[in-house]
């Protein structure tokens, strides 16, 4: 039984990463989790991923990007306004303007500086370099 889907995919991506993979399989398909690829695809962190219906109620095929170091999620899911993001890139990312924190707002999933463009706030998911 999987307790924490958004970790689950934070590790599949960065394990397959390791190995050397060129593709994984993210499953069950959430909703939160299409979002986050969305992000990581416009980042330039994966490649192409495509939503695949199964009996459990669909699963990701994700290409793994070039660009990625290192993929994880955020636990506690802190909650950040606008003028808190430098504190947690320090914390989580390895070089000032390196990576990207990932965000869910009120206007949906996005990196944390798209939400200091937009000067709002929401809860740190994970984070990508």
């Known amino acids: 039984m999987k307790q924490d889907i958004l970790a689950d995919t934070f590790a599949a991506i960065d394990n397959a990463r390791e190995v050397g993979n060129k593709e ?5 398909a959430s909703e939160l989790v299409k979002n986050v690829l969305i992000v990581l695809q416009e ?29 994880s999620v955020i636990k506690p899911r802190f909650s950040v306004s606008n003028d808190e993001y430098q504190k947690y890139e320090k914390r989580y990312l390895p070089a000032r303007g390196f990576g990207d924190l990932i965000i869910t707002t009120p206007q949906g999933v996005m990196s944390h500086k798209e939400a200091r463009e937009q000067g709002i706030g929401g809860k740190l998911l994970g984070y990508v370099y």
């Not at 994700?62 to 290192?70: A, P, T």
């Open 43 to 71: 980042k330039g962190y994966i490649g192409l991923f495509e939503h695949v219906e199964d009996q459990t109620g669909g699963k990701f095929k994700v290409e793994i990007g070039k660009n990625m170091n290192k993929a």
């Open 24 to 28: 994984v399989e993210i499953e069950p």
